[in-house]
């Protein structure tokens, strides 16, 4: 079963304090883990890749043999909270997980699922890229959660379709 990070965990501690941090031009989110990976304040996480806008690092819940979650620095609560203009970022952190892979010697880039859970099916809540390899091994009992054209998951590249054309992603189904 799915470990649900609880709010005072993650970036405040109450629905209202929450709401009024879920986008936030601060570095760093006190509460937030993965404001604490990316700025290297948590000893358990070991950096697979980084630059000076993000990190990428092992799921401590792997659904493949391979499964890599991309975050910006900066605290952004979810794919809902992106326009346009964060395309660019959406595309380096795409780039930042494959890069991932081909460091770890996966070179069948057809057999990857990379993409974002949507609200509410998110467990922190801070912008994630998942990067799985290879996707014909997604564990069975965690499939589910990344199957593509569905109010789960959205695929790197439907989102980024979505911002291109300027339609809104909160509170929309990828299908």
Do not use: W
Request: net charge negative; charged share 25%.
């Amino acid at each position: 079963m799915e470990q649900i990070m609880p709010f005072s965990r993650c970036c405040g501690t109450t629905e209202e304090e929450q709401s009024s941090r879920s986008r936030s031009s601060s570095s760093s989110m006190d509460d937030c883990i993965f404001c604490l990976i990316s700025n290297g304040e948590d000893e358990y996480t070991e950096l697979v890749r980084e630059n000076d806008d993000m990190v990428c690092f092992r799921d401590i819940y792997p659904a493949a043999p391979h499964h890599f979650l991309v975050i910006p620095r900066k605290h952004i609560k979810s794919c809902s909270s992106l326009t346009k203009k964060d395309a660019p970022l959406v595309q380096q952190m795409t780039d930042m997980g494959r890069a991932a892979l081909q460091d770890q010697g996966i070179t069948d880039m057809q057999d990857i699922r990379i993409g974002f859970h949507q609200p509410p099916y998110i467990s922190v809540d801070h912008l994630h890229l998942h990067v799985l390899a290879p996707a014909s091994r997604i564990d069975d009992d965690m499939l589910y959660k990344f199957i593509r054209r569905t109010n789960r998951f959205i695929s790197e590249e439907n989102l980024l379709v979505l911002l291109n054309s300027g339609t809104s992603t909160e509170g929309r189904s990828n299908k």
